[in-house]
């Protein structure tokens, strides 16, 4: 019986590690409010403005790469709440 346990347990923790814990928040648009992206992207990110501008000029853009399902989350609904959008990844 210990030996069905370990057996059991080994694809339980292959999923486990195959679960995505690291997500990147890709700004798609702006909508007719790109100037107060840019401001929630400079928030965001701590970029300068002109860093920022050209971030969001340049979308599809990563606003932030490699953080987890909820910053992930609060980063779009930063976004979304002022007529940009985005996807995560």
Do not use: C, N, W, Y
């Not at 814990?21 to 890709?26: G, K, M, Q, S």
């Not at 987890?68 to 996807?87: L, P, Q, R, W, Y």
């Amino acid at each position: 019986a210990p030996v069905a346990m370990v057996a059991a347990g080994g694809p339980a923790q292959a999923a486990q590690v195959e679960e995505k814990t690291e997500f990147d928040a890709i700004l798609t648009g702006f909508g007719d409010q790109k100037i107060q992206v840019i401001k929630v992207v400079r928030a965001i990110t701590g970029l300068g403005l002109k860093e920022a501008k050209d971030l969001v000029d340049g979308v599809p853009k990563p606003i932030k790469e490699a953080v987890s399902k909820d910053e992930a989350a609060d980063i779009k609904k930063k976004i979304e709440d002022v007529g940009g959008t985005v996807e995560i990844k």
